[in-house]
T-cell receptor, first 111, second 115 residues
């Protein structure tokens, strides 16, 4: 079963912040975040392996609440280069290695 | 390093025709998978493999076959193409969970149109 992402789409001005949420009905081993530019392949952003873990890279960070089976991606002071579609991918705790993706959040950053 | 190579990049088929999408990797990754991407549906897992000789079904396996005879190659076969299989197909690989993180590297994609 696919994880549920929200919102489906976001339009921002440069410098504004955004939060993208991802939730699953299954117990999770890990949560991944990927970004896809139009016409390109998805590219890995970060992975969260432990409950309550928060990771970050520059102005993009994420949290993972293992008990609630939820993750959030935080984009701070957005830049034009942040535009694209963001996908969360979840790996269940059953030992099955396959990654299941949400339907994506389209983010558009305007000047 | 080539990474993950998919061929062909574009293909047009007629209903009922068969074809194989190729995926090759030179990173010695044990895990390989196929996804299809349709507008508004995200990436849906078709089949995956955790090593040579081992394959398993994903979320949408019907109409597709796979095999894994070598570590490097993971072809996806459409035996009798249908218009519902019109999509962009991505092959994705990883070194596997044992290495610490099951991070996926994607190929560039193959756009398939079935008329």
């Amino acid at each position: 079963q696919q994880p549920v992402q929200s919102p489906q789409a976001v339009i921002l001005r440069e410098g504004e912040d955004a939060v993208i949420n991802c939730s699953s009905s299954k117990a999770l081993y890990s949560v991944h975040w990927y970004r896809q530019k139009h016409g390109e392949a998805p590219v890995f952003l970060m992975i969260l392996l432990k409950g309550g873990e928060q990771k970050g890279h520059e102005k993009i960070s994420a949290s993972f609440n293992e008990k609630k089976q939820q993750s959030s991606l935080y984009l701070t002071a957005s830049q034009l280069s942040y535009s694209g579609t963001y996908f969360c991918g979840t790996e269940s705790g059953t030992g099955r290695r396959a990654l299941t993706f949400g339907s994506g959040t389209r983010l558009q950053v305007q000047p | 390093n080539a990474g993950v190579t998919q061929t062909p990049k574009f293909q047009v088929l007629k209903t009922g025709q068969s074809m194989t999408l190729q995926c090759a990797q030179d990173m010695n990754h044990e895990y390989m998978s196929w996804y299809r991407q349709d507008p508004g549906m995200g990436l849906r897992l078709i089949h995956y493999s955790v090593g040579a000789g081992i394959t398993d079904q994903g979320e949408v396996p019907n109409g597709y076959n796979v095999s894994r005879s070598t570590t490097e190659d993971f072809p996806l076969r459409l035996l009798s193409a249908a218009p519902s299989q019109t999509s962009v197909y991505f092959c994705a690989t990883s070194s596997g969970r044992n290495s610490g993180a099951n991070v996926l590297t994607f190929g560039a994609g193959s756009r398939l149109t079935v008329l």
